[in-house]
């Protein structure tokens, strides 16, 4: 049923503090209609103008958001984290309304486990992402860093020594460092998609694929 979500279908954010409102704000800036909910006033007269629709409600309460009709809706972010009693229980309510797909922010390990329990879809940790991002990019090495599943990642950096004025074949970046050169970005021109015969420089940016481990390995080569 995921699978035949729209694209573009509407969005209910359930909260609006920094995440939900940051969530909400980039949605509406993406052209996705929203409907924001939150039990505080300001804040939803802050975001009135900002997001499609922006309503007072308490979504503990199934009637409540029966009543502003999040049953019509087929993606939902609960992005309440401050109270996990709160969270927990509209997560559970948005399961009940039989929303699809279901997203919900989690302050801990246990509170993730909790809503995935309950029926959360996708359970999202910003806090302890943003920390992890941070620890890899602090190096100064790496200027943006994706984790994925699996311990897989997706880094842009500065070319390590060993590999510039040299083919990807010749300094054998894959065969010796387990990691892969997907792009390189010279000053002045576009990122290209990298292959064997691809010379990188002092002065190009690379985009790098491979485990966490490899890549910080790849990174601190002098």
Known sequence: ???????????????????????????????REVLAVDEDENLVQKWA???????VADAK???ALKQIGAQEFSIAVCAVGSSVEASVLITANLV???????????ISSS?????????????????????????????????????????FALVKMYPPKPIRGKTLTESGVRSR??????????????????TEHTVV???????VSGTEGDIEKFAALE
């Open 1 to 31: 049923m995921v699978d035949r979500i729209k694209h573009d279908a509407p969005v209910l954010v359930i909260g609006l503090g920094r995440f939900g409102a940051a969530t909400a704000g980039q949605l509406d800036r993406l052209g």
């Open 49 to 55: 103008e900002r997001v499609t629709h922006a309503v």
């Open 61 to 63: 309460s199934l009637d």
């Open 96 to 106: 009940d309304l039989k929303i699809p797909q279901i997203w919900a922010k989690a």
């Open 111 to 151: 509170h993730g486990k909790i809503l995935e329990r309950i029926g959360a879809n996708h359970v999202i940790y910003p806090e302890r992402e943003a920390g992890e991002r941070t620890a890899h990019l602090v190096s100064g090495r790496m200027l943006d860093f994706i984790e994925f599943d699996d311990d």
């Open 177 to 194: 460092h387990r990691v892969t050169v997907v792009g390189v970005k010279s000053p002045g021109k576009p990122f290209t998609y990298a």
């Open 201 to 207: 420089t002092t002065h190009d940016l690379i985009i």
